[in-house]
């Protein structure tokens, strides 16, 4: 059975940084694509980062340079370190993990997901 499990959610002041965390288990993590998604109230569930088992990292623009994805295969963890956060961050984030990610920045391709995380930035 796929677990994916979150943590390091949390509530913070507009500037600050926080890690989240997604430790897997039942999946064969290293040959995996890595992603983390978000969802805000009232919106849809966007696409936030993703590493591949290469190690190629691929960000949406507004988290370019702020953000950034790793994974420790040893440890079937994935990261996602979140800095200068902004109030427009604000959403619960999932991960997700994914066999055969075509289109990687869709949901459609990850057939594993957490149970979600909430971020939030206050101004």
């Known amino acids: 059975q796929v677990q994916l499990v979150e943590s390091g959610g949390g509530l913070v002041q507009t500037g600050d940084s926080l890690r989240l965390s997604c430790a897997a288990s039942g999946v064969a993590f290293s040959t995996y694509t890595l992603a983390w998604f978000r969802q805000a109230p009232g919106k849809e569930r966007e696409f936030v980062a993703r590493?591949?088992?290469?190690?190629?990292?691929y960000y949406r623009d507004s988290a370019e340079g702020r953000f950034t994805i790793s994974r420790d295969n040893a440890k079937n963890t994935v990261y996602l370190q979140m800095n200068s956060l902004k109030p427009e961050d604000t959403a619960v984030y999932y991960c997700?993990?994914?066999?055969?990610?075509?289109?990687?920045?869709?949901?459609?391709?990850?057939?594993?997901w957490g149970q979600g995380s909430q971020v939030t930035a206050s101004s």
């Open positions: 997700a993990a994914g066999r055969f990610c075509v289109i990687s920045t869709s949901a459609d391709a990850y057939e594993h």
């Open positions: 590493i591949k088992a290469s190690g190629d990292t």
